[in-house]
T-cell receptor
Framework: GAGVSQSPSNKVTEKGKDVELRCDPISGHTALYWYRQSLGQGLEFLIYFQGNSAPDKSGLPSDRFSAERTGGSVSTLTIQRTQQEDSAVYLC?????????????FGPGTRLTVT | SQQGEEDPQALSIQEGENATMNCSYKTSINNLQWYRQNSGRGLVHLILIRSNEREKHSGRLRVTLDTSKKSSSLLITASRAADTASYFCATDDLQGAQKLVFGQGTRLTINP
């Protein structure tokens, strides 16, 4: 595709509900990243995929957060039993795989509001 | 943990003036990148500078890197209203972690 896409663009959910956020990376990009950004803050790394495997899950804030990637393409970030502190913009990025860290291409993000 | 720290947190200047933002980091790096974010949504990559480079230019952007001081600066010359955005530096990690660590960002406002 032309760029990284994410859906939904906005999600309002009640506390305690589960949510799924989707990311479609740029075709051919084998590395995929999830970040979280709270209002007025920097980006907080959540998880990184290389192909379908996740070598680095160090940023997931709790066991309520999980992510998967299938077919080396689409990724889903799932938050179970959402809490108000989960409210943030969730950003996905993809990059070409290779030695070292490359330029990352970001999607527009999903703004999650937990009421 | 926080790697990049931008300074200042907010900057407001008149259109046509130059804007300088600074970034400091803590660990050794392979490269440092600068990104721009409009309206709190997706980030756009601006420029990447490698650890063996000291200065790099791209259009109205000039980036410097001082690895001895673990710092970088982003200069935007002849600023325009459209440059109003948040600017973030991001570093990789020589330990091999395949991720970028972002700073808190500088909020730049260009006044017409």
């Amino acid at each position: 595709g032309a760029g990284v896409s994410q859906s939904p663009s906005n999600k309002v959910t009640e506390k305690g509900k589960d949510v799924e956020l989707r990311c479609d990376p740029i075709s051919g990009h084998t590395a995929l990243y999830w970040y979280r950004q709270s209002l007025g803050q920097g980006l907080e790394f959540l998880i990184y995929f290389q192909g379908n495997s996740a070598p680095d899950k160090s940023g997931l804030p709790s066991d309520r957060f999980s992510a998967e990637r299938t077919g080396g393409s689409v990724s889903t970030l799932t938050i179970q039993r959402t809490q108000q502190e989960d409210s943030a913009v969730y950003l996905c990025a993809s990059s070409l795989m290779g030695r070292g860290v490359h330029e990352q291409y970001f999607g527009p993000g999903t703004r999650l509001t937990v009421t | 943990s926080q790697q990049g720290e931008e300074d200042p947190q907010a900057l407001s200047i008149q259109e046509g003036e130059n804007a300088t933002m600074n970034c400091s980091y803590k660990t050794s790096i392979n490269n440092l990148q600068w990104y721009r974010q409009n309206s709190g949504r997706g980030l756009v990559h601006l420029i990447l500078i490698r650890s063996n480079e000291r200065e790099k230019h791209s259009g109205r952007l000039r980036v410097t890197l001082d690895t001895s001081k673990k710092s970088s600066s982003l200069l935007i010359t002849a600023s325009r209203a459209a440059d109003t955005a948040s600017y973030f530096c991001a570093t990789d990690d020589l330990q091999g972690a395949q991720k970028l660590v972002f700073g808190q960002g500088t909020r730049l406002t260009i006044n017409p």
